[in-house]
């Protein structure tokens, strides 16, 4: 697989590429230095589409958050877990036999 790193500071770029460079499954690093303009993207979609879009945003999900805890709540109570419990043996039991014959190589 080919990586690539964006990095802050030029005097991390030597350390990830020996770190990441002898590592069997990397092809190829690339990594390029750039600013660190941050993660807060909260201000800049307020000023774009307006504090309403956020509020309708966060109502949405809250109501569909309600709507389905209270489906799963009540599909449980007249389920149970037993449905659950055998998909989960199955499906451990595929992903076994699939490592088994390096399905994942």
Do not use: C
């Not at 770190?19 to 990397?26: E, G």
């Not at 909260?42 to 389905?68: D, H, K, M, Q, R």
């Not at 009540?74 to 199955?90: D, E, P, Q, V």
């Amino acid at each position: 697989m080919d990586l690539f790193l964006t990095l802050s500071d030029a005097d991390f770029e030597q350390p990830a590429e020996q770190a990441f460079t002898p590592l069997a499954t990397v092809n190829r690093v690339s990594i390029r230095v750039v600013p660190n303009r941050g993660r807060n993207f909260g201000p800049l979609l307020v000023e774009t589409y307006g504090p309403l879009a956020l509020i309708v945003g966060f109502v949405a999900a809250w109501a569909s958050a309600v709507a389905s805890v209270h489906w799963m709540v009540g599909w449980l109570k007249s389920h149970g877990l037993s449905l659950f419990g055998w998909y989960r043996i199955a499906l451990a039991g595929a992903v076994y036999l699939a490592m088994r014959l390096d399905f994942f190589a």
